[in-house]
Structures are given as structure tokens and as C-alpha cells.
């Protein structure tokens, strides 16, 4: 740093991830911030700003960088194959700017897999394919079991995942992210754009589910998603989520009204009917979880 650039006005350091330098380290950068030579620019790139000691914070500029809207992304990538005279679907092009997470970098390298993995044509199948997504007519086929209430339905549509060996932990996250969706539908239609390809579909599910049930699915989902590690395996943590679902759904059950919280209400109601016989474990037992 003490020395002059030879070839240019001023030498740039770009410490990349830099919170992961040591005590030791940033003990040692900090006399040069401190007194920094008028020909030396220091910039430091980060994840995670607060594992950065506050003597150096204090002498930076911070610029948070935002992540760019996934229709942005989707225009760009449109764009580049277009230039490249390759083929690729609005789906496909969804798919790999939702799997990029704001970044136009990851959605690049996403891409070029995506050419390489459909031999020169980005599809959707051969996008969820690569990302191990799983394929929206499953969760729809779930969620549209959970609306009738139909066990069996829920149980086959899981067993023609295993089938095709599809990861259930992305399953329950594909899950949540459509829920998402749902509830954005049903609160503020207008953020599902007009030319997105599962407009209609988002939309009839959101006509069929209350606003509070999307809640709640949404909830086990994600809940599941963090416990399936801690089930037996990943068939039984998924199919736990999804019974967890259905018993939670408000349905009228020995002819008590179907209103929010009907699980509870029924199970209550249950409970009320039998005479206690002095057993208070198997009266905690037969109580709900909760309500």
C-alpha cells in the first residue's frame, strides 16, 4: 500500500467476503485505514456487515447494494437469448430468475447450465429438472386435495413423488412459495403480473382458500421444511406436514359449524361429549394442540 501505482492514478484493494478476516487481521489493516496514502482506495465487500469490528465501519463509506426484481432479471436473460439465438420459455425464464435470488450474476451461470443441460434449449422441464424443482401441478394437486378434504388424494400425490425420487424438503419450499403467492393474490392481486404463465392457476386457488387457511398451510409448510431433518425420513416428515395440513383445515365435523378454529372447535366438542372418568392424561390427550 505505502507504494505508488506505476501505471494508473490510484491502487484499488477489493477485499472480497471480508468479514471472515480475522481478529488479527483487521487489527492490522486498520493503521493503514486509519491513515490511508492519498493513492490507495480500499474497497470491502460483504455478506455480513456486522461481523465487521466497529473501528473499521466507522471509517468506511457504506453502499447497501439492493437485489435486482425478478422480472428485471427475467427481461435480461430474455434479451441474452435472444442475441444468442437460443430458444427458451417464459416458464423456464421464471424458474431460473426466482432460483437466482435478486443476483444477474448466479442467473448467468444458471443460465448457461440451463442451455447446456436442454442441449442448446432453455424449457421448462429441463430447467426443473436442473433445479430440482418440483413441478407445479403437484403442489396444485395438493393444495386442491387439502380444499376437498380428500386423505387419499393427499397420500397418492406424495406417493407419485417418491416415484420420481423428487426432494421433499424443495417440495415443502416450492410448497411456501406458492402459498406465498396464494396470499399475495388474495391480498394484492395486482403483484401477480398479467403475462405471468400461473396467473390463473394462483388465482383459483386463491378464490378457493380463506385468507386465514393460506396463513396456516403457510406456517406448517415452512415448519416442516426446518423438521423434516429431525423425522425418520424425508417421505415421513413430508407426509406428516401434509396430514398436519388437513387435520388443521376447518371442516364441519359432528355437525359443528365449520368456522375458524373448526379443528379445535371439534376436538372440544369431542371432549365435551365423553364423561370424564377421572383420567386427566387421557383428557389432556384428547385435547388439541392448540386453541
Known sequence: APYAPTSARFKVYIIDEVHMLSKSAFNAMLKTLEEPPGHVKFILATTDPQKIPVTVLSRCLQFNLKQIPQPQIKAQLKKILALENVSGDDEALTLVARAAHGSLRDSLSLLDQAIAHGGGRVEHQSVRAMLGSVEQDYLRDILNALQQH?????????????????????????????????????????????????????????????????????????????????????????????????????AARDGIAAVAPAPARAAVADVKKKPFNGDWNALINRLPLAG
Not at 388424494?153 to 417418491?162: P, Q, T, W
Not at 415421513?236 to 398436519?244: C, Q
Open 150 to 250: 380428500d386423505g387419499v388424494a393427499l397420500m397418492a400425490v406424495a406417493d407419485r413423488m417418491a416415484e420420481r425420487s423428487l426432494s421433499f424438503e424443495i417440495a415443502l419450499q416450492d410448497l411456501a412459495t406458492l402459498l406465498h403467492r396464494v396470499a399475495l393474490a388474495q391480498t394484492v392481486p395486482q403483484a401477480i403480473a398479467a403475462d405471468d404463465p400461473e396467473r390463473d392457476a394462483v388465482m383459483a386457488l386463491a378464490a378457493g382458500f380463506g385468507a386465514e387457511e393460506i396463513q396456516l398451510l403457510y406456517q406448517i409448510a415452512i415448519t416442516g421444511r426446518h423438521d423434516i431433518g429431525l423425522a425418520p425420513d424425508d417421505y415421513a416428515g413430508f407426509t406428516m406436514a401434509l396430514m398436519r395440513m388437513l387435520a388443521f383445515m376447518p
